[in-house]
């Protein structure tokens, strides 16, 4: 069975930084190289957004307009391991970050991310 696992989330000051993990058990994330990983996130009472995709065979980022600048995702060198750096955090950066197996129906759980007012 295929899990994507997150993890990294937590509190942290306007202006902190976190970094978000993403592991797959039952499967290697390498498969997903040409596709792609991505992170979405949801807050409350909102929909869900895509964040950052990665596609590592052709070394391919996708950022959303509000994060550009200050999000970064990247693989490890085993591309076992996809990460989401968060600097500069702010309070609508708040939410619930999901990892995503692009063109599938893979989600992990979820990471709750809070940047208070």
């Known amino acids: 069975q295929v899990q994507l696992v997150e993890s990294g989330g937590g509190l942290v000051q306007p202006g902190g930084s976190l970094r978000l993990s993403c592991a797959a058990s039952?499967?290697?994330?390498?498969?997903?190289?040409?596709?792609?990983v991505e992170w979405y996130r949801q807050a409350p009472g909102k929909q869900r957004e895509l964040v950052a995709r990665?596609?590592?065979?052709?070394?391919?980022?996708f950022y959303a307009d509000s994060v550009k600048g200050r999000f970064t995702i990247s693989t490890d060198n085993n591309m076992e391991t996809v990460y989401l750096q968060m600097n500069s955090l702010k309070p609508e950066d708040s939410a619930v970050y999901y990892c995503?197996?692009?063109?599938?129906?893979?989600w992990g759980r979820g990471t709750q991310v809070t940047v208070p007012a």
């Open positions: 995503h197996a692009r063109d599938t129906n893979w």
């Open positions: 039952g499967i290697s994330l390498a498969v997903f190289s040409i596709y792609g």
């Open positions: 990665i596609q590592w065979s052709e070394t391919t980022t």
